[in-house]
């Protein structure tokens, strides 16, 4: 038995999920993960779950469907997967994430590429994401692929040593440090609600966007509760706070400071210029195409649907390590996403403000550069992130 | 693509094409283990080369099942979940391409065996025994070559040399494999339509730690793995195939068998299991090894103790001609005589089955076969007609 992987899937599924007796467990793995999903499934039983269920993912079958398939197929949602998500509710979910193989549609038309979206199951997720019925976490899965795109050699020990160390599994009691760095995060997300603020201001090398806030959003950091009161931790790591902004209002243009993995390519250099709340010009040096595809074809995708602030505490941004994996970089510097806004973060009816889309991709905007301000209701400007540090006392 | 890749993905055009036989606008659903993703990518890109307008993927994993067995509560062991219900009613009307080939085959062998041979999804396995009556599903069964099975089968992780043996059962070496394919289930078939016109009332084994005798049903007939479905669809449901087959009378069935080859079961190897039979029912179960899972099964399983299969298979079998123990059944059944404990096949009907097949949520192949069995047809008059020696067939086709 690997002794690390065991105490890593503890961790996850006691910390992450928070499992709880007689819940069922939902996994999503990569066949790639196939360890992982073991020892998670081992560490579910043993946490009390009433029965694991596994749907391996695998993104050769994806390649052969947009390769081969009929057109049909690509945004085809079969019952089985959506009797699958639909029984989710409820219960736990853990996620993996890591690609093996980060570049391997990358020869295939973007177009394609980017229609590849099982509509009906996106829609049952949106749903139940909105419900906050599930205590659910997404974590990392060490595999050969991956190390290779992160170091250029396939060296799973070192990812896994980052990895772990992201996780803070080197501290003596690990569940007991993330308890005192969720609360840290829940702070911050205090102070920033305590201002009421209208705005986010970012200015940066290629960067100067104002982003409205909706006055009934609030920001949220560290770990939330299911509808019926399950404390779990959506993301391991986080070292992030954020919110969904009022997608209407959106002025100016925002570069991406690291390339990230998007549906099997790499998207890098993006810059996405805002007119009225909508992306009206989409650069980058490679990979803008699959992002004028999610533009052109999946409803408000064109929109944001979060922001998200990290400083250089953070783990991940301590490792210096590009990830290429969202997990993971959007928790080593300041990020935004396009797409699906969060109604979790909204009290009540979210209104127009926040947008509706069947994708959300998130992207690095942070570095030592860019500055970050809150705007208050009488226009005086508050200063959040400079130089990577959190200016709020 | 390299040579290797040549042949896997001629291996996956031949299982769809002549397997499963792949009908264009049709939905495909593939089984395999996780160890088996190269195969399963490649069963995935010639199925939709062959037109498949949908394919569903499901990754099966021994390790999952034995967390569950060793970790989870008594009620995990038999659930069917709502989604692999959904999956299953699926494939109705679809086809389904399964492969096999356990890279571990005595992963959950330190566990509790009564726990082991319990952990069945029985609505599951309920839905699969309607869709097998209803014949509603194009299906094929094949080997995933894995570095573990090599080293069962060979003692090393010799993955190439497993491919070599596999891809010789299954007929890759020949010119033109597809027409290869139509000749031996013509020879297959001639076999089973002249034991037919034989009406026999029972078989007779005898051999080594055999005597063994086991009535036929008037309405059931001998036939090979190529089947058609109620939509009119042919398919071959094993690759490799060498039996011709039937399913008994279960109600009759008396006297001694011994297995003459290890069997794979739930994640156990039996061996030199021996089964005692009175009245259609196992009686007596003995084992070197494994025995409990079996006794499970007939302790836990309705009608797991009474016959649902006969086969013969003869020394011409490709399996038989590699004199390799597979330790898999849908290879080492095709390479001698086996009979099966557990559900009876409706394909062994024109129509629908006889009132007496067995019904049972379970289907277990073991092998009888061997140079020293002889098999003989009882007729209605009590004549016995050799069916049977040293592994070469005797009745005029």
């Not at chain 1, 398939?69 to 009797?83: F, I, M, N, R, V």
Request: net charge negative.
């Amino acid at each position: 038995v690997d002794e690390r992987l065991e105490r890593y899937a503890e961790l996850v599924v006691k910390v992450g999920a928070n499992v709880q007796p007689g819940q069922e467990v939902f996994l999503f793995p990569s066949v790639e993960h196939k360890d992982l999903a073991r020892a998670l499934t081992r560490q579910s039983y043993r946490a009390g779950a009433a029965y694991v269920h596994i749907l391996y993912n695998d993104a050769h079958v994806r390649r052969a469907m947009i390769e081969l398939g009929p057109d049909e197929a690509l945004t085809y949602s079969p019952e089985w997967q959506k009797s699958y998500v639909s029984s989710i509710a409820g219960n736990a979910m853990i996620a993996t994430t890591g690609n093996p193989e980060p570049d391997l549609l990358a020869d295939l038309d973007g177009e394609r590429v980017g229609r590849a979206v099982p509509q009906e199951i996106v829609q049952i997720r949106i749903k139940q994401m909105g419900e906050n019925t599930v205590n659910w976490t997404g974590v990392g899965a060490p595999s050969e692929g991956w190390a290779t795109q992160v170091y250029g050699e396939p060296d799973v020990e070192r990812l896994w040593e980052e990895v772990a160390f992201c996780m803070r599994l080197d501290e003596p009691d690990p569940p007991a440090a993330w308890r005192e760095h969720l609360d840290r995060l829940a702070e911050r997300s205090t102070q920033l609600n305590n201002l009421r603020a209208d705005a986010v201001r970012y200015r940066g090398p290629g960067t100067d966007l104002t982003v409205g806030l909706l006055p009934k959003a609030f920001w949220m950091g560290g770990a939330g509760d299911t509808a019926s009161g399950i404390r779990y931790v959506a993301n391991m790591p986080t070292e992030e706070v954020f919110t969904s902004p009022d997608a209407r209002r959106v002025e100016g243009t925002i570069r991406a400071t690291q390339p990230f993995p998007l549906v099997g390519q790499v998207v890098r250099g993006l810059e996405l210029t805002f007119e009225g709340g909508r992306a009206v010009k989409v650069e980058a040096e490679t990979g803008a195409d699959l992002v004028r595809s999610h533009f052109a074809t999946l409803e408000n995708a064109d929109r944001l649907g979060e922001l998200a602030l990290v400083t250089k505490e953070s783990r991940v941004g301590q490792t210096g390590t590009l990830f290429y994996d969202v997990l993971f970089d959007e928790n080593a510097t300041c990020h935004i996403a396009y797409g699906a806004g969060f109604p979790f973060v909204v009290d009540g009816d979210p209104g127009e403000g926040l947008n509706v889309a069947h994708t959300h991709v998130d992207f690095m905007v942070g570095g030592p550069e860019l500055e970050v301000d809150l705007v208050l209701t009488d226009g005086t400007e508050v200063p959040l992130i400079r130089n990577e540090e959190w200016q709020l006392a | 693509v390299s040579a290797n890749g040549d042949r896997l993905e001629r291996y996956a055009e031949l299982a769809v094409r002549v397997g499963g036989n792949v009908q264009p606008g049709q939905e495909v659903f593939v089984y395999g283990l996780v160890e088996h993703a190269d195969l399963v990518r490649a069963l995935t890109r010639q199925a939709y080369r062959a037109g498949a307008s949908y394919v569903n993927v499901e990754y099966d994993d021994q390790h999952i099942k034995r967390a569950m067995i060793e970790f989870g509560p008594d009620e995990a062991l038999t659930y069917s979940p709502e989604w692999q219900k959904a999956l299953t009613q699926g494939m109705s009307g679809n086809a389904l391409l399964a492969t096999t080939g356990n890279p571990e085959p005595e992963l959950l062998a330190d566990l509790d065996g009564d726990r082991v041979g319990r952990a069945i999804p029985l609505e599951v396995a309920e839905l699969r025994r309607a869709q097998h009556r209803a014949q509603s599903v194009n299906w094929c069964g094949i080997g995933g070559p894995t570095a573990g099975w090599a080293r069962q089968v060979l003692g090393e992780p010799d993955v190439e040399r497993l491919w070599e043996l596999v891809a010789f059962c299954f007929r890759l070496d020949e010119p033109d494999p597809v027409a290869a394919w139509r000749e031996h289930l013509d020879r297959l078939d001639a076999r089973s339509a002249a034991l037919t016109e034989r009406r026999p009332d029972a078989l007779r084994y005898r051999g080594p730690g055999t005597d063994f005798t086991v009535g036929l049903l008037p309405s059931a007939h001998w036939g090979s793995a190529r089947f058609r479905t109620a939509g009119g669809i042919d398919y071959v449901a094993n690759m490799p195939t060498e039996e011709i087959f039937t399913t008994p009378d279960p109600r009759r069935a008396e006297g001694t068998l011994r297995s003459s080859m290890p069997l794979s079961l739930g994640g156990q190897l039996i061996r030199n299991l021996q089964l005692r039979f009175e009245g259609g029912r196992i009686v007596g179960v003995e084992a070197e090894s494994g025995g409990d899972v079996v006794r499970s099964h007939l302790a836990t399983i309705e009608n797991a103790d009474r016959l649902g299969e006969l086969a013969l298979v003869t020394k011409e079998s490709r399996v038989g001609q590699t004199g390799t123990l597979f330790y898999s059944t849908l290879f080492d059944e095709n390479a001698t005589c086996h009979i099966a404990y557990g559900a009876g096949l409706p394909y062994a009907f024109e129509g629908e089955p006889d009132e007496a097949m067995n019904i049972s949520n379970i289907h277990v192949d073991f092998m009888v076969g061997g140079p020293e069995l002889e098999v003989d047809a009882v007729l209605a008059d009590g004549t016995e007609v050799p069916l049977i020696r040293n592994e070469e067939w005797q009745l005029a086709t």
